[in-house]
Structure formats: C-alpha cells, structure tokens
C-alpha cells in the first residue's frame, strides 16, 4: 500500500496540467544584416554555449542561411518547460538578447514539445537521404539490440506482444534518447554550411 501511494504521489508531482512533462524544442530564425553575419554567429556560439550550461539542456545548434538568404535559425532543446523558462528567465540570456538586437532586422520564434519536435522539419534543412540514413541507422541500433538483448528472453510471449513491446520502445528511444543525441552528434553532416 505504501508503494502504491508513493508511484501515486511521484506521478502526480511529475504531471503538469494533466500531463507528464516533455522536451521542448525552440527555433528562432533572424534576419541578420549582411554586414553583422560574423558578429552574429559569434554571439550565437557564446549563448548556446552559456545555454548547454543550464539544468536541462539538452542541446542546441545554430542553422546558418543558404545561397542568398541572410536568415539564421537558433534551435535549442530543453528537458522540459520548466528548464527552458529557467534559461529564458535568466539575466545571461535577456543581455545577450539586448546585446544581439541592433545586428537583426527581423525575429520569429516557434516552440515545439515532446515527439512533435522529432517530426517538425527544421527551418533549413540539410539533404533529406542524410537524416534518412540516420533514422534507418537508428532504427537497426535499436531493433538490433533488442533483438539479441531482450526478445530472446521473450519467447514464449505471443508473437503480437512481442512486436507491440517493440514497437514501443523503438519509438520511444528514437523520439527521447537515440534521435536527439545523433541529431546533435551529427548536425555538420545533416545541415551543411552552403558556403
């Protein structure tokens, strides 16, 4: 009983507004005056890097235009709402803002949560086989891995169970952990500079 009302208690705490929290991604693309690009990527190493130092990051990248475009797209995650209020709260990002406002012409902001972020195409994307490729080699991590580590322990599971347990975690790992984690690891590759 005393389990029972402590798993009661903890999902509770975790719940905000009827739901269980989830990762929240953010884009922000500017319009960078020409003659402030340099300056402007700069600043932008600085605050990712001042952002991955906060509770929650779980990381960022900065999209930078392509042929004849001047607009930059800023893409952060974090853990949840309250870790990306935290940052967006904080003195070391409103400065950084006041400090970058005289090199853009034009801001948009758009803020995406749980797996709605894994299939929201980012801002400027990169050749649509690499991040193919990069979901199929997922997939196979995943699906491997169970496969050796955990059905064989399953076998006498009906074969609809198995696959349903499957399909759960593959999607869950692919949209929580093993997605995020190689975007981030792979990001030069998925989104070339059009230098």
Known sequence: ??????????????????????????????????????????????VLAVAATYPGNLGGTLLKPGPGSSEYHLVYRFRDDAALAAWERSAQRRDALERMQEMIDEERYARVAGLDSFFTRPAAPGPRWRSTVLTIGAVFLITSTLQVLVMPHLAGWAWPVRLLLSACVVVV???????PTLTRLFAGWLHPRAD
């Not at 402030?36 to 700069?42: K, S």
């Open 1 to 46: 009983m005393a389990v029972t009302s402590l798993l009661r208690a903890r999902w509770a705490r975790s719940e905000v507004a009827g739901r269980r929290p989830e990762p929240v991604t953010v884009t922000v693309a500017r319009v960078v005056r020409p003659h402030r690009r340099q300056a402007f990527e700069r600043w932008a190493a600085e």
């Open 173 to 179: 790992l692919l949209g929580y952990v093993v997605m």
